[in-house]
């Protein structure tokens, strides 16, 4: 395994910086879903469910930081707090926000852009997963392999919550 | 003959008897003071409906009046027994301020008015929204207490006549996880087991099902069982001590909100001592393999950490679950209002799948019903989902259900899940319904939060219609009150938890002008004009049993085929359990023998969902992970619960019933045995809770969430520490303010979260932390909880009065063998 070992050694290394961009994704995420909740507090299935499946961003990110020591990472294995991803999201968001007045289109608007962004997660996961069985690391397999499937359920769940939500918010509201 | 206080005796007296062996018959009566049974004019046939058990009786009549009640000794589920409310609580249809006359609101006041203004009023609000706003502005809210005919014509108008997705039952509260949990393990609603598997289990566990409470008759076999030769041993959860508990072998009380973990850990441990049938999951279920890695964290030390229990009593519970030769398992509201309520229910279906234990004597499964007709409410549509099982997911089951309607399939809703109750009362909160129909059901005081609920249901954009038989809180927020006839005053049938179908017969008229729920729906569609594709009048039906043979056609081929009963096919004898058909032309005692099961993709009702977000599992994907419909074994991992208790809130709070009580007392506070024997809200604490604080029994306590506060007095329990229960009966109707707290709550909703589980959505009422302090002493006075129930006090008793109902609960006991009470 030489020629893993030496592109693990390698500074900026290509497979360092998918676990880094990953780390930063699923810090995103975690951001995504919890200013959903924060928005939608009223909406109870959404604000606690959101919450509920941020926390598999945010051992997502534990999880790389581990394997990117491996790589020459330094990672912070502590996901990002909630205050500061909040704050961050919210200077991203207000240019899209004030578009929306109607608060259920914002719901809408919200859940396509939580979809989206797990979308991009789950094909970042994808890469490092091939990327793992090429360089034979069954560490960095494992990881991919447990977190991947919860990458899925969490795009699921905001496609579902939006194909609930649309009809009702677009016809009636 | 023998007469028994069965205020003081609940379950009455023991008829013991072996496994294999016939639970002897007891026919239980009581009729009013002075009447005797030779003063009988008539006896009509009938059942329960104030517990989902279906005990049969048949209803004394003497001068048009109900007199009281008998046990049909015949019937398969009771043997002649009936409970404490089935005995007394009819005598709350004699009461003097039933509902007689339609009501209207005028002016902000409700009036007296006549059917024809009333109806005109309710079908002409829905058609001006159908116009303006569209079918997504009308929602239903019913019940688990109508008739199934009643269910069927309300889905009926509600998704094939007005198009709406919006139509739910209080069901949505009591059984919505049974269904879900059925779904997700069998892809299809349907209890597995039946009542006689009690004659024959070698184990029984029992599940956050306090069943000596909620089911009387249910428990009393159980204890014949236990009186009898070679008894069957008990697992029961529970954080409360209840009479199953205090008869258990291993009583686990596991910390509130911890079930998912608790339930992992005993299938760990199964797995792990090979405990398991590997033939007959090789054979008949799918998802072994990620069950056997989800529970693999979860060791008993890890559990005993999370639920604080034991790890020495879960492991001798997983010892009973392994070795039981004939496992029978029931579920109630402790697993289904609790934290994971679908993921909880569901690991006990794993543990009868991965053991092989299904569809034969003593081996099934209870996912039990908390309401008399609730079984009904699902499986004719009337809580939301399409009718007979029919899958929503699935367009050839819409294409189906269309032709028997005799409507276009896209008339019926099915783009998106049907709306469960919450999330339509968010709908009615951001007013995009602006229309809500409720039948029979009360939720200004059953619904969680309810300073939110009263809000919502008082804004002025809302028409609210409210059909019920006696004012209640919601009655007296509503636009126009619709007065129903209740059992007893009208025909119909119902369906009890283990499937058994019985006829309950018209035995009197109903009072003043109130009419049968059916005829209100009838007439509800008559002046909508709805039709169907051909123009003829869409409910084509008039009389119940009219109803009944339409259902009957509407069920043919589905796993609830009706098709081989009939209204005289179910007079007379016992009840009939479904599937009744060709094929089981006397019906079926247990589903799933032999490991067949409805779970084919292009059978099923459901492809199930993720259990912690709730997301439907998309066609093709169950395609792919059950192509031949085995049982599915779902994993789940653990979450903790949403609002765990704090400095500030250092209690678990839970709430539940009382063995006295139904719902919110409409019925049984108007009975009298019933009522002196709870008459009032406690508060429940155990002994070291009560020690720490120096509180006694009797002290009023003030208990209080963030959602708001109710004063009760205490009874020191033996619940575990850390906990503290309220019963959820009792609201303001019998109060001077009606409606609302005048000062310190009473309603236990009033501190309730509003939160759900997103599978089954159901509303969570056993979770969420309260602060509670003492803000007047006992002063000699005790809380007036039962003292032979759960709420029984912990230790020793010293002045608190024993529940007892004196001569004016004696009920009569007819025993099979020996003819005498023991």
């Known amino acids: ?173 | 003959m023998p007469q028994i206080d069965r205020i003081a005796e609940p379950w009455g007296s023991r008829t013991p008897y072996g496994p294999g062996k016939s639970w002897p018959a007891r026919v239980d009566s009581y009729l009013a003071d002075g009447i005797v049974p030779a003063d009988v004019d008539r006896w009509v046939q009938s059942a329960s409906i104030l517990h989902s058990n279906g005990d049969a009786m048949d209803i004394a009549v003497k001068d048009d009046r109900i007199v009281g009640v008998r046990g049909r000794a015949d019937d398969r589920v009771n043997h002649g027994r009936l409970g404490p409310k089935d005995l007394f609580a009819w005598q709350a249809n004699n009461s003097a301020d039933r509902l007689t006359k339609p009501l209207v609101r005028r002016d902000g006041r409700l009036v007296e008015s006549d059917w024809d203004t009333a109806m005109d009023l309710v079908a002409g609000r829905t058609r001006e929204l159908l116009e303006e706003r569209g079918p997504s502005s009308v929602g239903f809210y019913t019940t688990g207490q109508l008739f199934l005919e009643e269910y069927y014509v309300l889905g009926l108008i509600a998704h094939g006549g007005i198009g709406t997705s919006h139509v739910d039952g209080n069901t949505r509260l009591c059984t919505a996880t049974a269904a879900a949990s059925l779904k997700e393990s069998f892809a299809c609603d349907g209890q597995p087991g039946s009542y006689t598997d009690i004659d024959h289990a070698d184990v029984i566990a029992v599940y956050g099902h306090n069943m000596a409470e909620t089911q009387t008759v249910l428990w009393a076999r159980i204890l014949d069982r236990l009186s009898g030769p070679e008894p069957p041993q008990l697992v029961c959860v529970d954080p409360r001590l209840t009479p199953v508990a205090a008869a258990a072998t291993v009583h686990l009380a596991p910390r509130p909100g911890t079930n998912v973990m608790l339930m992992n850990a005993l299938l760990r441990e199964l797995i792990s001592n090979e405990h398991v049938d590997e033939e007959y999951i090789e054979a008949h279920a799918v998802g072994f393999d990620e069950l056997t890695k989800m529970v693999e964290p979860c060791t008993l030390e890890r559990a005993a950490e999370v639920c604080d229990v034991p790890a020495v009593d879960l492991r001798e519970a997983a010892r009973l679950l392994g070795t039981a030769q004939r496992l029978l398992s029931t579920v109630l509201q402790g697993f289904y209002q609790s934290h994971q309520a679908t993921a909880a229910a569901v690991q006990v279906n794993n543990v009868h799948i991965i053991r092989g234990m299904l569809g034969r004597p003593g081996c099934g499964v209870l996912q039990m019903n908390g309401q008399p007709t609730a079984q009904n409410t699902r499986e004719a549509g009337a809580d939301g989902d399409l009718p007979a099982f029919r899958n929503w997911s699935n367009d050839l089951h819409v294409t189906d259900l269309a032709r028997v309607w005799n409507v276009d399939p896209m008339r019926i809703p099915h783009y998106a899940p049907p709306t469960p109750l919450m999330q339509m009362l968010r709908y009615v909160e951001d007013g995009s319904i602006r229309f809500l129909y409720v039948t029979g059901t009360n939720p200004a005081v059953s619904l969680p939060e309810l300073a939110r609920i009263r809000k919502v249901l008082s804004q002025e954009r809302l028409f609210l219609v409210v059909q019920d038989i006696f004012p209640t809180e919601t009655t007296q927020l509503a636009d126009v009150v619709l007065p129903a006839a209740t059992w007893g005053e009208k025909t119909g049938t119902f369906t009890n938890a283990d499937r058994t179908v019985h006829l309950s017969e018209k035995a009197v008229d109903p009072p003043g002008a109130a009419r049968p729920d059916l005829d209100i729906l009838l007439d509800y569609a008559r002046r909508l004009d709805l039709r169907d594709k051909d123009g003829a009048p869409l409910v084509k039906w008039s009389t119940p049993e009219e109803v009944f043979e339409g259902w009957k056609e509407c069920s043919r081929g589905r796993p609830c085929d009706y098709t081989g009963l009939s209204y005289d096919k179910l007079r007379g004898g016992s009840g009939i359990q479904w599937p009744c058909n060709d094929e089981h032309p006397d019906g079926a005692e247990r589903l799933y023998a032999d490991g067949k099961f409805f779970a084919q993709p292009d059978y099923c009702e459901s492809y199930g969902r993720d259990l912690v977000t709730g997301a439907p599992v998309e066609p093709t994907e169950y395609r792919a992970l059950n192509p031949t419909g085995k049982a599915v074994l779902k994993a789940a991992e653990y979450v903790p619960a949403h609002e765990l208790t704090s400095e500030e809130y250092p209690f678990h709070l839970i709430t539940g019933r009382t063995l006295f009580h139904f719902h919110t007392r409409t019925k049984t506070a108007r009975t009298p045995q019933l009522q002196d024997a709870a008459p009032e809200v406690w508060v429940e604490c155990s002994v070291a809770d009560a020690d720490e604080h120096r509180w006694s029994e009797g002290d009023v306590l003030r208990v209080t969430t963030p959602r708001g506060e109710v004063t009760a007095r205490l009874r020191v329990s033996g619940i575990r520490d850390g906990v503290l229960f309220l019963p959820f009966h009792y609201g303001y109707w019998d109060t001077d303010a009606g409606d609302e707290p005048a000062g310190g709550g009473r309603a236990a909703n009033e501190l309730t979260l509003t939160d759900w589980d997103p599978a089954s959505k159901q509303p969570l009422y056993k979770v969420g932390a309260a602060a509670a302090e003492c803000v007047e002493t006992a002063a000699g006075h005790a809380a007036s909880a039962p003292t032979n129930t759960a709420s029984a006090p912990y230790g020793p008793r010293g002045d608190i009065p024993a529940t007892r109902g004196q001569t004016q609960a004696l009920v009569t006991e007819e025993l099979e063998s020996t003819g005498a009470a023991s």
């Open chain 1, 1 to 173: 395994m030489t020629w893993a070992t030496t592109l693990k050694g390698m500074k900026g290394n290509k497979v360092g910086m998918a676990i880094e961009e990953l780390h930063r994704a699923e810090n995103d995420l975690a951001g995504a879903l919890l200013n959903l909740s924060d928005q939608q507090k009223v909406d109870h299935e959404v604000f606690y469910v959101a919450r509920d499946i941020a926390q598999w961003s945010r051992e997502h990110v534990r999880q790389l930081a581990g394997v990117g020591r491996d790589y020459g990472l330094d990672l912070d294995p502590e996901p990002e707090d909630e205050s500061s991803l909040m704050a961050r999201i919210k200077q991203k968001g207000a240019e899209a926000l004030g578009r929306f007045h109607e608060p259920s289109l914002l719901l809408l608007a919200d859940l396509r852009h939580v979809h989206r962004t797990a979308a991009g997660v789950s094909l970042d996961w994808e890469v490092l997963a091939q990327t793992a069985q090429a360089l034979q690391d069954t560490e960095l397999l494992e990881v991919a392999q447990s977190c991947h499937p919860q990458t899925l359920r969490q795009m699921r769940w905001a496609n579902a919550k939006l194909k609930e939500t649309a009809a009702q918010v677009m016809v009636t509201g």
